[in-house]
């Protein structure tokens, strides 16, 4: 699944603490059929002009969608120009601070116990699978984009080690993974080991930490991630 960036996402929802823009989200997202500026501004007793900004800023913010069609039965010449109609977006909006993928985590646990229904064998097997070929997947979809830049859009924060590597200062899955480290710290290693494959650099750059044995000793932060990017010099084999 393919989401607006971070920074669009907390915009977008933030967006919503206007009052009147949260009123029109509401009207919208409730109506049974697609819905016009002259609709939502009688219903709500708002001027057309209002009404029809935040429309458009809803649009803008990837909480509604907008298309043109022309109403009643009349067509061809001299029938009119189609009318700007409103809908609720498909595709939802969410965000978290921290940046948090708790849909990544759950698209692949459900992929790889799909994998597994078809075909057998072990479900943990192709959860690493899935995973790796998800991280290629993320990496050359970004188009270029660059190893650390793609970590950062993927809501790692990496930050230069001072040894040429990158320590991850966010986990994207870190509340899943209080109760279930094992399984998840081996889908997020094999995701970022199929991201750095997908931006042509070598697996063995992604290196499994002791967070636990980190944290006690006060060397990591509290939502750290399991994993680092060694220094290119210093890959192993994956």
Known sequence: MTRFPWTRRVSAV????DQNRRRIFDFVAAADRAVGRDDTA????LARSTASF???RLVGDGLL????????????PGSGRP???????VQEVSASVPERSYDLAAELLVAAVEE???GGGPVGDALLRVARARGRDAAEAAGGTGFAGLLTAEGYRPVDDGEGGLTLLNCPFHRVAQGHAGTVCAMNGAFLAGVAEGCGEDPGRVEALDIADLRSRGEAAPAQCCARIRPAQASAAP
């Open 83 to 89: 009318a700007k109609l409103y809908r609720a977006a």
């Open 65 to 76: 969608v907008a298309d043109f069609r022309k109403l009643g039965d009349r067509s061809g």
């Open 42 to 45: 009688e219903a709500l007793g």
């Open 14 to 17: 933030a967006s919503l603490a």
């Open 116 to 118: 597994t229904a078809a």
């Open 54 to 56: 935040h429309l458009d």
